[in-house]
Structures are given as structure tokens and as C-alpha cells.
């Protein structure tokens, strides 16, 4: 269906298997779509707003208990709904960071957290990760060390990634918390990629602040996502107004200044809240994506010149692959050139990779059944087939 100005309302799903690296954990449930509907309007989580007039202490919607269970799910003490992870991010870095101070980020950190340490004055640090593209505890520990020597001050925050966005890869976050903890360095784990995906303990991590994204990985509309923290640490983070007007002399209750007073305040937070039941029993699945992930790598692996460059086995579905010397080599003569292997998938009703991509790509067969993983496997190595390429068997 068309509506209004053009916009094409079916689903992507409705028309193709999308294995699109950044989209798969955050398509809407039914039940999120229904609540969207429902919610649309700006304000309408508000309607029943009551002393003392801040989001997570409303109780129609359950927001109030939405956050309590949320803080379960991750296992931290304390957590807010954030307009995307980058907003949670912000909220950290405007907590934590103050200006000049360095702060130590990965390779793999996104532009976002990034961001953040800029927005907070910061001077950003980062650790580089092993040849396995790891980040371990060890270089960790080094960079701190060199930062604190050159700089005079260790890092005032570190933020990792639990799986990055570049490789997919699971790095070792508790060993990294306990070793940045030892050097009394805060940490912000960067969840995400895991939140709503497969099962995260933040206390387990140890992690003094724990970072989601709605849209990437609960489920839920954009932009969304969630901020968990201890409860050492909940009192700054979410610190409450001091503000007050010199002339008219108001203040401003309970409003946190991290959080703008309040953040989701329609259809992303209901949305978010209606696919929450849902999210939690996922997590529990995950073995059966990776498995499916990791028979369509194999596949992929079965045409000769195909490396995948993500950690193997699988430990998280979004994976990159290198067909420099299998598909790119088709892509050459082919009078399509590189977008040949797209529009091969869409000719066989899949989609996602990005356009003209056929030397290193990503894809996420998350939420894929065992019988789409099988096709999406068979696919590539018929479209292999069918330009030439030997495939073992
Ligand atoms: C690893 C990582 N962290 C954070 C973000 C930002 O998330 P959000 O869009 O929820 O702010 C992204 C976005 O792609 C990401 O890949």
C-alpha cells in the first residue's frame, strides 16, 4: 500500500528475507506495531502523568515497572529509557568526563560514543584490538598505563563494546571491567548489539553503566534504547534539578538533568514496552540464530576464495565476510559490475547487503527460521554456481 505522499508501507519482510547487518534486532513485534498504532500521539504515554510528573514514575502505562523490569533484564541496579543508545552515551559522558580529561574508547567504538566524549570536553584514547580483531584485558591495561603516564591522569571512563559493530565479535567485557576497575577506571559496556538479543548480566560484566538500542536490538521503534547503572553510581547519573528561575523563582522537582526531565514519551516507549515480553524470552534462543548464522557462513565458505573475517564459530549473528577472491572476481566482467550479487539475492527474494558490495560486506540472519537460514545458504552458493565459481562440497 501506498499512502500519503508516496511513502510504501508493506514491510520489507513482506517482500524479501532481509539479512541487512543493523536492522535485524529491531523489527517491530506485532504487538509493537499494534501499540504504535495506539500511542502515535506525541504526548500520549502522558495522558495519566501524576506527582511526581516524571516519565519513569508513570504507572499508566506500567512505564514505572517497565523500568524496574528493564534494570532486571540487564541485571543492574537502575535503568531510564534513552532516545537511542548515543543519548545514553551522553548522559555518561556529561556525567563522568569532564573537560580535558582523556578518555579510552576501542577501535571498534562507534562515532557516537565518540561524539559523546567531544559533547563532554573529553580527549578520546583508543584500544586497538588483536589480530583476531579482539579487544583484550591485557592491551587494555596497557593503554591505561600509557595514557595515565603521558597524560598524567588515567582515563576518567572507558567504554567497550561487547560485540562491535565492524566485526560482530564478542570481546571479553568482564575481564576488561576488572582490569580497568583495578586502575579505578569507570566503564561503559556498550550493549548495543547484545541487549534484547541474547542474554546480558550487567553485574556479572561488572559494568558500571550498561548502554541498549530500541531500534537495533529490543525490537522497538527509533529512536530507542536504555541506560542501566548501579546503584553507586545512580544518584550522578541521575542526578535531579538544582535549576531555579532568578526572577519568577521556580524549580523544577524531580526532573533528571541527564535525561532532559523526560525522554521516550510515545510510541517508542509503548512500542518498546509491548515487544519487552517478547525480548525476554528471545534471548533465550539465541543458540539456535547463531546456529543458523553459522550454517549459512558455512555455505558461504563452501564457495572457493570466500573467508569470513569475524571470529568463527559465530558468537553473535552480524558477520563480515571477504569475497575479494570469489564474488568481486564475477563483478569484474559482470555487466551489472559489483551490484550483480544484489540483485541475484533479490531476484531470489532476499536482500539487505549493501549495494555493489562484493568485496567486504556485512549480513545478520538474525531472526531468520531454520528453513530461510537454509535457503539464504543455498542461494549463494547457486548464484556462485551459476557464474562459475567452484564450490567445495
Ligand atoms: C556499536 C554501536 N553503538 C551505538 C550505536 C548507536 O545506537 P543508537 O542508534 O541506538 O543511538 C550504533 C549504531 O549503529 C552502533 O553500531
Redesign the pocket.
Known amino acids: 500500500m501506498n499512502c500519503g505522499d508516496g511513502i510504501d508501507t508493506r514491510l520489507i519482510e513482506e517482500l524479501y528475507i532481509n539479512l541487512d547487518p543493523?536492522q535485524a534486532g529491531g523489527r517491530l513485534t506485532v504487538d509493537a506495531m499494534k501499540a504504535v498504532l495506539a500511542y502515535g500521539d506525541g504526548y500520549s504515554v502522558c495522558d495519566n502523568c501524576e506527582k511526581p510528573f516524571r516519565l519513569d514514575c508513570i504507572k499508566k502505562p506500567p512505564l514505572a515497572k517497565f523500568h524496574d523490569d528493564l534494570a532486571t533484564f540487564v541485571n543492574m541496579d537502575v535503568a531510564r529509557l534513552v532516545p537511542?543508545?548515543?543519548?545514553g552515551f551522553q548522559a555518561v559522558a556529561g556525567t563522568v568526563v569532564n573537560k580535558g580529561d582523556p578518555v579510552l574508547l576501542t577501535a571498534f567504538s562507534?562515532y557516537?560514543?565518540f561524539l559523546s566524549v567531544e559533547q563532554a570536553g573529553g580527549i578520546p584514547h583508543e584500544v586497538p584490538p588483536d589480530d583476531s580483531q579482539i579487544i583484550t584485558a591485557d592491551t587494555v591495561a596497557v593503554r591505561i598505563e600509557e595514557i595515565t603516564r603521558s597524560t598524567g591522569r588515567p582515563p576518567s571512563l572507558l567504554y567497550v563494546?561487547e560485540v562491535?559493530?565492524q566485526f560482530g565479535n564478542l570481546h571479553p567485557v568482564q575481564e576488561i571491567v576488572k582490569v580497568a576497575h583495578q586502575y579505578d577506571v569507570p566503564v561503559l559496556c556498550?550493549g548495543?548489539?547484545t541487549v534484547g538479543i541474547m542474554p546480558v548480566d550487567g553485574k556479572k560484566i561488572g559494568a558500571d553503566f550498561l548502554v541498549g538500542?530500541?531500534?537495533?536490538s529490543m525490537a522497538a521503534p527509533?529512536?530507542s534504547?536504555m541506560l542501566a547503572t548501579t546503584s553507586e553510581w545512580a544518584d550522578k547519573l541521575f542526578r535531579t534539578t538544582q535549576a531555579k528561575g532568578d526572577i519568577t523563582g521556580r524549580t523544577f522537582g524531580v526532573k533528571e538533568v541527564e535525561m532532559m526531565g523526560c525522554t521516550l514519551m510515545g510510541v517508542t516507549s509503548v512500542g518498546m514496552m509491548a515487544s519487552f515480553p517478547h525480548v525476554r524470552e528471545r534471548v533465550n534462543q539465541f543458540d539456535q540464530h547463531l546456529k543458523r548464522c553459522n550454517q549459512i557462513v558455512d555455505a558461504l565458505c563452501s564457495i572457493d576464495g570466500t573467508k569470513v573475517m569475524s571470529e568463527y564459530p559465530r558468537k553473535h549473528p552480524l558477520t563480515r565476510m571477504n569475497t575479494t577472491e570469489s564474488f568481486d572476481k564475477i563483478a569484474k566482467t559482470h555487466k551489472k559490475k559489483g551490484f550483480f550479487l544484489l540483485s541475484a539475492l533479490r531476484e531470489r527474494g532476499i536482500t539487505g547487503i549493501i549495494a555493489g558490495s562484493t568485496k567486504v560486506w556485512k549480513f545478520n540472519p538474525y531472526g531468520l527460521t531454520e528453513e530461510q537460514a537454509q535457503y539464504v545458504g543455498d542461494m549463494f552458493v547457486e548464484i556462485a554456481k551459476e557464474d562459475g565459481l567452484s564450490v567445495q562440497t
Open positions: 543493523i537511542g543508545a548515543r543519548r562507534h557516537t560514543e563494546e562491535d559493530y556498550n548495543a548489539y538500542s530500541g531500534h537495533k527509533a529512536p534504547g
